[in-house]
């Protein structure tokens, strides 16, 4: 019941960095109310998936599709927009606990478990979680970020080759997740290159934002 607990509340507050990135990062309006009712449900869908039946990978996929539909459903972002803010925050996210989770590993706190909780996983969220929102915060202190992205579902489109690429990358966020698993779990003597895809990745995001944001032709 204490795994429970923990998780639920760890994953919530995962769940809502993640989203207070996302909009931070796009210059997007805060609805905190929003923020905990989805990831008060994706913290729910992903016990059902994840823990009672045991399709971690599955679960990985799934919170990825559930973060945009709940960016285009509930915070009524254009769904190819929605995809674009879900893969650039999913990657700055990852990038962060995946350098977290190696600091920690090397330290030897991540293997400690006290008799009823996993402290090291439970204590990589909790750096990870306070590292985002203060990145977030500061992003959104200093003014920075992307405009680019209209928060209305039924904005005008207009897709062009910087656009296509952006989209584009969403597919390569997805494999980075499925790659960091397996190296952490089969191949942990190479897990320093999974911030390396994450970073890679992140840069092909943030590049072609900013081009985006200034209006650059190519």
Request: hydrophobic share 55%; net charge positive; proline share 2%.
């Amino acid at each position: 019941m204490i795994n429970f607990i923990f998780y639920v509340f760890f994953s919530v507050l995962d769940t809502a960095s993640l989203f207070y990135l996302a909009l931070k990062l796009f210059k997007i309006d805060l609805y905190l109310k929003e923020i905990i009712f989805a990831s008060l449900i994706m913290t729910f869908l992903s016990y059902v998936i994840r823990v009672e039946h045991g399709y971690a990978y599955l679960d990985v996929f799934m919170q990825f599709v559930f973060f945009v539909c709940f960016l285009w459903m509930l915070f009524r972002i254009h769904i190819f927009y929605a995809t674009i803010m879900a893969g650039t925050a999913l990657q700055a996210f990852m990038l962060i606990q995946s350098l977290i989770y190696i600091v920690i590993n090397i330290t030897g706190i991540y293997q400690l478990d006290f008799p009823i909780v996993s402290t090291g996983i439970f204590l990589m969220q909790l750096i990870t979680d306070s590292v985002v929102i203060f990145i977030g915060y500061y992003i959104g202190k200093k003014r920075k970020g992307f405009d680019y992205i209209p928060d209305k579902p039924d904005a005008r489109l207009i897709i062009n080759k910087r656009d296509i690429i952006l989209f584009s990358l969403s597919v390569p966020s997805v494999a980075c997740l499925f790659l960091m698993m397996y190296f952490l779990k089969y191949l942990y003597q190479f897990a320093f290159l999974v911030p390396l895809f994450y970073g890679t990745v992140l840069i092909g995001y943030l590049y072609f934002s900013n081009k985006k944001d200034r209006g650059d032709i190519f």
